[in-house]
């Protein structure tokens, strides 16, 4: 039987809301027959209709959408086999550039001048009687700065930190909430206003005001009633503002203070003020994946440190908050402190730099429960002063962005499988509206390096759409004339660091521009996202090509050495000008690595003069490498694991001296006994590059090595996230705070880039790696050692799951595989045989 497993608009299955003007349809279809494709569909929305035989983001085409509106949405199927299956949904238009009849309001006797600190929270109060029976009301909702939005004493929506992070000079999200059934007769509507990212304390050197000068509100409640009146009532100067709240103070980086005995019914109001915001964003729909709570933990263990304190470890490093039952006395006051790691019993705060990660709160009478909604914290331990261990039930709540997951993986080694944990951990801590860098020190930037070289592990555990398509947009936005792209996403001020605050070409980090997108497409076969994006990659390569050229002359012209790189960031043993000094090797690479996919991207495009052009600068650039940074017998002068894997990886070499330099690189490291010794852009292909070119034991022994520096020694000495660097904590125990390496003590235990491995455990243990975009075309060619006996990966493919499992008992090897509708896949065993599939499950074997 043929049926519609999965049908969304805008990547989401339900409640879109949108200011798209032509939405887009995608679905999945299964059976339970062999060889099913689809042969046909036909979508409607409202009175609109079209044929396709595509199932990935079909456009909706018609006539323009009316604002504040509901559209059914209704797909019909029919495979090659004759079956036919329907499925509905509907989605609901935005404003749709409507204009706001709210105004944007702050308070006017508020005036923030002070430095490094974040502003006081605004809470504004607005109270509304309703006289008729309400049949639907909607609230439109944003601000500069983050808000929380109560009605009538409950929370409005469930999302954090809204309106979350964008370009706030460019494009700015609102909010739509249902508060149909939340509305009564009389109604008190609070809205709590904290600095956030446009006017609170951000970056390390703690700079305020990065965007405005103080918080702002806009909200507008469109009430429909039974009789079909609208009544529209939005922020002015009737609404009241108060520094007087609950919220005492709010910021991402120092934490939150509520004091639950404040009574807004007798604190100090006055009317709110109307505030001429300087920016001129665009207002648009939530478009991104907004945080939301997740997963719950509750403490594995709580002990009292030799200070006197009690510390509660949730077993697990994540980005979140606690939350709090307690028994508590009027003015009580509990201080809860995070940390990743313990050090002598203690939490060890030092590698939070001047970030507090406190949570503070002032207790009234009685029974009461409480949970920070106005910032997050980077943490596995907390400790709590203030109150006695059995008035306080503790547990805590993750936080991050609404991606779904999208893949697993699992083997017979429990050690990789912790690896498999702690890149995903280390992934949702830091997809927190924007990809940052890490969840607990003073910094949580878009760096744009990290999600660069992750974006391809993370397609295959997560589907990534709306949150990088948001992102995406921010990447456009702040891409300078000269084709540069700040290191930082969002661009924020960091004063004296040029290389941050000036968008500029720097390799493997400007490049996200070009390699997230390309993951994408490949996962989710997204061809509009390249096509959005493809103006971006072209500037962007041609401010490469510029910095590579200025001043040389022939091949010269091709080795790019000016203006800044990070070069091999973070590599083991070394410090942060030697990691920057390797920067002519990894740009050069990667210019011919990105301009390699650019041209395949052109292609696909249509874009035949660009795709000659693209593929002429790759080729000549990889040439350069070869005759200029590697020796005749391929090796290089100084050498270092990342200078052999990039040109592995990037397909950079001739046969002859791909085998050269596969033997060099497995020479250097069977002589560092196994241990990895690349930065940021050579870990995520290493054993790609040694795998893949004949050294499948050394690839192996690599992956299994539990001795630091090495991703299983994380796991072993009891890590739950990846690691900044190699070397976090020493094997003597103590922690390499980077004191006196040039970085200002930067270290972190959740940053999820060394976490890139995962690619190789999805495309080569368990096999899966897509031939097409969206994965209309697989291969499944399991790759086995490293004394795995059976591993397992799942995928889900625009098209649907595939899913490779297999095992290894009595001199047998046995392959089981899942393959979608709509797919074709070319499945490949250990020892050679190749055989090509439709959908359908399947169970090969061979002897071993």
């Given at each position: 039987?043929?049926?519609?497993?999965?049908?969304?608009?805008?990547?989401?299955?339900?409640?879109?809301?949108?200011?798209?003007?032509?939405?887009?349809?995608?679905?999945?279809?299964?059976?339970?027959?062999?060889?099913?494709?689809?042969?046909?569909?036909?979508?409607?929305?409202?009175?609109?209709?079209?044929?396709?035989?595509?199932?990935?983001?079909?456009?909706?085409?018609?006539?323009?959408?009316?604002?504040?509106?509901?559209?059914?949405?209704?797909?019909?199927?029919?495979?090659?086999?004759?079956?036919?299956?329907?499925?509905?949904?509907?989605?609901?238009?935005?404003?749709?550039?409507?204009?706001?009849?709210?105004?944007?309001?702050?308070?006017?006797?508020?005036?923030?001048?002070?430095?490094?600190?974040?502003?006081?929270?605004?809470?504004?109060?607005?109270?509304?009687?309703?006289?008729?029976?309400?049949?639907?009301?909607?609230?439109?909702?944003?601000?500069?700065?983050?808000?929380?939005?109560?009605?009538?004493?409950?929370?409005?929506?469930?999302?954090?930190?809204?309106?979350?992070?964008?370009?706030?000079?460019?494009?700015?999200?609102?909010?739509?909430?249902?508060?149909?059934?939340?509305?009564?007769?009389?109604?008190?509507?609070?809205?709590?206003?904290?600095?956030?990212?446009?006017?609170?304390?951000?970056?390390?050197?703690?700079?305020?005001?990065?965007?405005?000068?103080?918080?702002?509100?806009?909200?507008?409640?469109?009430?429909?009633?039974?009789?079909?009146?609208?009544?529209?009532?939005?922020?002015?100067?009737?609404?009241?503002?108060?520094?007087?709240?609950?919220?005492?103070?709010?910021?991402?980086?120092?934490?939150?203070?509520?004091?639950?005995?404040?009574?807004?019914?007798?604190?100090?109001?006055?009317?709110?003020?109307?505030?001429?915001?300087?920016?001129?964003?665009?207002?648009?729909?939530?478009?991104?994946?907004?945080?939301?709570?997740?997963?719950?933990?509750?403490?594995?263990?709580?002990?009292?440190?030799?200070?006197?304190?009690?510390?509660?470890?949730?077993?697990?490093?994540?980005?979140?908050?606690?939350?709090?039952?307690?028994?508590?006395?009027?003015?009580?006051?509990?201080?809860?402190?995070?940390?990743?790691?313990?050090?002598?019993?203690?939490?060890?705060?030092?590698?939070?730099?001047?970030?507090?990660?406190?949570?503070?709160?002032?207790?009234?009478?009685?029974?009461?429960?409480?949970?920070?909604?106005?910032?997050?914290?980077?943490?596995?331990?907390?400790?709590?002063?203030g109150a006695a261990e059995e008035d306080v039930e503790l547990s805590?709540?993750?936080?991050?962005?609404?991606?779904?997951?999208?893949?697993?993986?699992?083997?017979?080694?429990?050690?990789?499988?912790?690896?498999?944990?702690?890149?995903?951990?280390?992934?949702?801590?830091?997809?927190?509206?924007?990809?940052?860098?890490?969840?607990?020190?003073?910094?949580?930037?878009?760096?744009?390096?990290?999600?660069?070289?992750?974006?391809?592990?993370?397609?295959?555990?997560?589907?990534?759409?709306?949150?990088?398509?948001?992102?995406?947009?921010?990447?456009?936005?702040?891409?300078?004339?000269?084709?540069?792209?700040?290191?930082?996403?969002?661009?924020?001020?960091?004063p004296g660091q040029w290389e941050i605050m000036i968008p500029m070409?720097?390799?493997?980090?400007?490049?996200?521009?070009?390699?997230?997108?390309?993951?994408?497409?490949?996962?989710?076969?997204?061809?509009?996202?390249?096509?959005?994006?493809?103006?971006?990659?072209?500037?962007?390569?041609?401010?490469?090509?510029?910095?590579?050229?200025?001043?040389?002359?022939?091949?010269?012209?091709?080795?790019?050495?000016?203006?800044?790189?990070?070069?091999?960031?973070?590599?083991?043993?070394?410090?942060?000008?030697?990691?920057?000094?390797?920067?002519?090797?990894?740009?050069?690479?990667?210019?011919?690595?990105?301009?390699?996919?650019?041209?395949?991207?052109?292609?696909?495009?249509?874009?035949?003069?660009?795709?000659?052009?693209?593929?002429?600068?790759?080729?000549?650039?990889?040439?350069?490498?070869?005759?200029?940074?590697?020796?005749?017998?391929?090796?290089?002068?100084?050498?270092?694991?990342?200078?052999?894997?990039?040109?592995?990886?990037?397909?950079?070499?001739?046969?002859?001296?791909?085998?050269?330099?596969?033997?060099?690189?497995?020479?250097?490291?069977?002589?560092?006994?196994?241990?990895?010794?690349?930065?940021?852009?050579?870990?995520?292909?290493?054993?790609?590059?040694?795998?893949?070119?004949?050294?499948?034991?050394?690839?192996?022994?690599?992956?299994?090595?539990?001795?630091?520096?090495?991703?299983?020694?994380?796991?072993?000495?009891?890590?739950?996230?990846?690691?900044?660097?190699?070397?976090?904590?020493?094997?003597?125990?103590?922690?390499?705070?980077?004191?006196?390496?040039?970085?200002?003590?930067?270290?972190?235990?959740?940053?999820?880039?060394?976490?890139?491995?995962?690619?190789?455990?999805?495309?080569?243990?368990?096999?899966?790696?897509?031939?097409?975009?969206?994965?209309?075309?697989?291969?499944?060619?399991?790759?086995?050692?490293?004394?795995?006996?059976?591993?397992?990966?799942?995928?889900?493919?625009?098209?649907?799951?595939?899913?490779?499992?297999?095992?290894?008992?009595?001199?047998?090897?046995?392959?089981?595989?899942?393959?979608?509708?709509?797919?074709?896949?070319?499945?490949?065993?250990?020892?050679g045989e190749e055989k090509k599939f439709g959908s359908g499950s399947?169970?090969?074997?061979?002897?071993?």
């Amino acid at each position: 039987m043929l049926k519609i497993s999965r049908l969304t608009v805008e990547h989401l299955s339900q409640g879109c809301v949108t200011d798209e003007e032509q939405p887009r349809v995608s679905f999945q279809i299964e059976s339970d027959r062999q060889n099913v494709s689809l042969k046909k569909a036909k979508i409607w929305v409202g009175d609109w209709s079209t044929e396709t035989e595509s199932q990935i983001l079909v456009p909706y085409t018609g006539k323009k959408l009316d604002p504040f509106t509901e559209y059914p949405v209704v797909v019909k199927v029919m495979d090659d086999k004759g079956e036919a299956a329907e499925a509905a949904t509907s989605f609901e238009t935005g404003r749709m550039g409507t204009f706001w009849k709210a105004e944007w309001i702050t308070d006017g006797e508020y005036h923030f001048t002070e430095k490094k600190i974040s502003p006081k929270t605004m809470t504004f109060r607005k109270k509304i009687a309703c006289s008729k029976k309400v049949t639907k009301a909607r609230m439109y909702v944003t601000a500069l700065g983050i808000y929380e939005m109560t009605l009538n004493g409950e929370k409005v929506g469930d999302i954090y930190f809204a309106p979350g992070f964008t370009s706030y000079r460019n494009q700015l999200q609102y909010q739509t909430y249902d508060v149909t059934a939340q509305l009564q007769q009389e109604n008190e509507l609070i809205a709590v206003v904290g600095g956030g990212w446009a006017v609170g304390s951000f970056t390390y050197k703690r700079v305020n005001r990065n965007y405005v000068d103080r918080q702002a509100l806009l909200c507008e409640l469109r009430i429909t009633y039974e009789d079909g009146t609208e009544e529209i009532i939005g922020t002015d100067e009737s609404w009241e503002v108060t520094l007087d709240g609950a919220v005492r103070e709010t910021e991402f980086y120092n934490g939150e203070v509520f004091d639950a005995t404040v009574d807004l019914e007798q604190i100090s109001w006055h009317k709110a003020a109307k505030e001429q915001v300087k920016l001129q964003p665009e207002i648009l729909a939530q478009y991104g994946a907004p945080v939301k709570a997740h997963e719950v933990f509750h403490p594995v263990s709580v002990t009292k440190a030799p200070s006197g304190v009690l510390i509660y470890d949730f077993g697990q490093n994540f980005a979140g908050v606690v939350s709090a039952k307690i028994k508590g006395k009027k003015g009580q006051k509990i201080t809860f402190r995070h940390a990743e790691i313990l050090m002598d019993g203690e939490l060890f705060t030092k590698p939070l730099r001047s970030a507090k990660q406190e949570a503070v709160y002032i207790c009234r009478d009685g029974e009461q429960t409480w949970s920070p909604r106005m910032t997050y914290m980077g943490f596995r331990y907390v400790s709590m002063e203030g109150a006695a261990e059995e008035d306080v039930e503790l547990s805590a709540i993750a936080l991050y962005s609404d991606v779904e997951d999208n893949g697993e993986f699992s083997c017979t080694n429990e050690l990789v499988n912790k690896l498999q944990s702690s890149i995903r951990w280390g992934a949702k801590s830091n997809f927190v509206d924007i990809p940052t860098d890490c969840p607990q020190r003073d910094e949580r930037m878009g760096w744009t390096g990290d999600i660069a070289l992750f974006s391809p592990t993370a397609a295959y555990n997560f589907d990534m759409s709306r949150f990088l398509e948001k992102w995406f947009k921010d990447v456009r936005s702040e891409q300078n004339k000269g084709g540069g792209i700040p290191v930082t996403v969002p661009l924020v001020v960091v004063p004296g660091q040029w290389e941050i605050m000036i968008p500029m070409a720097v390799d493997h980090w400007g490049d996200v521009c070009i390699l997230a997108p390309w993951a994408e497409y490949k996962m989710r076969g997204d061809l509009g996202l390249l096509k959005t994006m493809y103006p971006t990659m072209k500037r962007y390569m041609k401010a490469c090509k510029f910095w590579a050229s200025l001043g040389s002359v022939g091949k010269h012209k091709y080795i790019w050495k000016l203006l800044h790189h990070y070069g091999d960031w973070c590599a083991p043993g070394i410090g942060m000008w030697a990691w920057m000094g390797r920067g002519k090797w990894t740009a050069t690479a990667c210019m011919s690595h990105s301009s390699k996919i650019l041209s395949q991207i052109a292609e696909l495009l249509g874009e035949k003069e660009d795709a000659v052009y693209y593929r002429n600068l790759s080729e000549k650039t990889a040439e350069a490498y070869r005759d200029l940074l590697m020796e005749k017998d391929c090796t290089v002068k100084k050498e270092f694991q990342t200078a052999y894997v990039l040109p592995l990886y990037y397909g950079m070499l001739s046969k002859e001296d791909k085998k050269k330099t596969a033997a060099h690189l497995a020479r250097i490291v069977r002589e560092n006994d196994y241990h990895i010794a690349t930065g940021f852009p050579g870990t995520p292909y290493i054993l790609f590059a040694l795998a893949d070119n004949g050294y499948e034991e050394d690839a192996f022994k690599m992956l299994m090595t539990d001795t630091c520096p090495s991703w299983l020694y994380e796991m072993k000495v009891g890590g739950t996230t990846i690691w900044e660097r190699w070397d976090a904590l020493r094997e003597d125990g103590t922690c390499n705070t980077g004191d006196d390496d040039g970085t200002g003590g930067m270290v972190s235990f959740n940053h999820f880039s060394y976490g890139a491995v995962g690619d190789f455990l999805y495309r080569r243990i368990a096999g899966i790696e897509m031939l097409s975009g969206g994965g209309k075309k697989v291969r499944i060619a399991p790759m086995v050692g490293g004394g795995l006996t059976q591993a397992r990966g799942v995928v889900n493919t625009a098209y649907g799951k595939v899913t490779s499992e297999w095992w290894i008992s009595d001199g047998k090897f046995t392959l089981h595989v899942d393959i979608p509708c709509s797919t074709t896949a070319i499945v490949k065993l250990p020892g050679g045989e190749e055989k090509k599939f439709g959908s359908g499950s399947y169970t090969l074997e061979e002897k071993l």
